[in-house]
């Protein structure tokens, strides 16, 4: 199986060390289509007989293509990659907000994943939620499935607006996860922490809450009051959050990402 990326970023990259790493695909069989040379210097184990820097006839060769440029990029790669593509290849998209008919109307092929993973994916913890249109069959959504999977765990949705919804919570969620990193680091440094001390002791303790909640079977809620003593100090933190709304609010936040997702899809035209 032959597999080109094109668009060798965050994700292009992640995914084609992913493939190469897994041994799931043979180095020699991946092609990678960029705009830069620089990529060459960063992703050290890619061959540089795999690297295009203009599309080719090559691309007709690989059985998956997968796009992994900005959803503003679209319009423009299509006008050139439709020349090179046909029908019995599997697009495999990652772009935030460009849909299923879009990609088939500017591409003029049918088999089409849209999928939304995460930067995890780099290394091997990615969470990926993809969809696929019908022309593709049980065995070639197998495929993708086992391809998706050497850089994490996926999810298969059957209706496409859940990748939007994906798109705010798994795709852009390690994003909020670090923000609230950056507020405790920051508190923890006020105190007169060294900033390396304050990185340990919230990398430690967000670590360490999320193998209890993966070991144990009780909720986010039940988590909060065991750490929550009568009268204590977490007491007070939550007490002001729940004061400001901020649980309201990060959900207002995660709204306006996938709000911004469907947007996009509807500006990149
Ligand atoms: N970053 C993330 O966490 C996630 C991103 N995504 C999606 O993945 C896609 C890529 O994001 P990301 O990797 O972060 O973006 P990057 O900007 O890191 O990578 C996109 C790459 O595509 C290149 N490119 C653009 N047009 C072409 C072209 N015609 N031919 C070859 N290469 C091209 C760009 O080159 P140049 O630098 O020259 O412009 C750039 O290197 C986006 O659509 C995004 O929605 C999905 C999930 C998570
Ligand atoms: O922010 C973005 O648009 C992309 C999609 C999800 C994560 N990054």
Same mark, same amino acid.
């Given at each position: 199986?032959? #597999? /080109? #990326? ?5 994700? @292009? ?7 190469? &790493?897994?041994?799931? +695909? ?17 992703? $050290? ?13 090559? !691309?007709?060769?690989?059985? +998956? ?24 290849? #599997? +697009?495999?998209?990652?772009?935030? @907000?460009?849909?299923?008919? $879009?990609? %088939?109307?500017? *591409? *003029?092929?049918? %088999?089409?994943? $849209? ?27 197998? #495929?993708?499935? &086992? ?15 859940? !990748?939007?919804?994906?798109? /705010?919570?798994? =795709?852009? =969620? ?10 405790? !680091?920051?508190? /923890? +440094? ?41 009268? =204590?100090?977490?007491?007070? /933190? ?30 990149? %035209?």
């Amino acid at each position: 199986m032959k #597999i /080109a #990326i094109v668009g060798m970023g965050n994700m @292009g990259s992640t995914f084609a060390n992913g493939f190469i &790493n897994s041994r799931f +695909i043979n180095p020699t069989d991946v092609l990678i289509y960029t705009r830069s040379k620089k990529v060459l210097e960063d992703n $050290r184990n890619i061959h540089k007989l795999s690297y295009r820097y203009e599309l080719d006839s090559g !691309i007709a060769t690989c059985d +998956i293509v997968i796009l992994a440029v900005k959803p503003q990029d679209f319009s423009t790669l299509a006008d050139d990659l439709k020349k090179f593509i046909h029908q019995d290849q #599997i +697009i495999v998209s990652v772009m935030a @907000g460009v849909s299923i008919d $879009r990609l %088939k109307k500017d *591409l *003029l092929v049918t %088999k089409i994943v $849209r999928s939304m993973p995460n930067l995890p994916t780099q290394i091997g913890k990615g969470m990926t939620v993809f969809t696929a249109s019908e022309e593709l069959d049980r065995k070639e959504l197998f #495929i993708i499935q &086992n391809l998706i999977n050497t850089t994490g765990k996926s999810v298969y949705v059957l209706e496409e607006h859940k !990748i939007d919804a994906a798109t /705010a919570i798994s =795709g852009s =969620g390690p994003a909020y996860v670090f923000y609230f990193m950056e507020a405790m !680091i920051q508190a /923890a +440094i006020s105190y007169g922490f060294e900033p390396s001390q304050a990185e340990l002791l919230v990398k430690q303790t967000i670590s360490g809450a999320l193998g209890l909640y993966e070991a144990n079977s009780l909720s986010t809620q039940d988590w909060i009051a065991k750490v929550s003593s009568k009268g =204590g100090t977490t007491e007070q /933190a939550i007490k002001y959050f729940n004061e400001e709304d901020i649980l309201q609010k990060l959900v207002e936040g995660v709204n306006r990402a996938k709000a911004q997702s469907e947007l996009l899809g509807k500006q990149t %035209k």
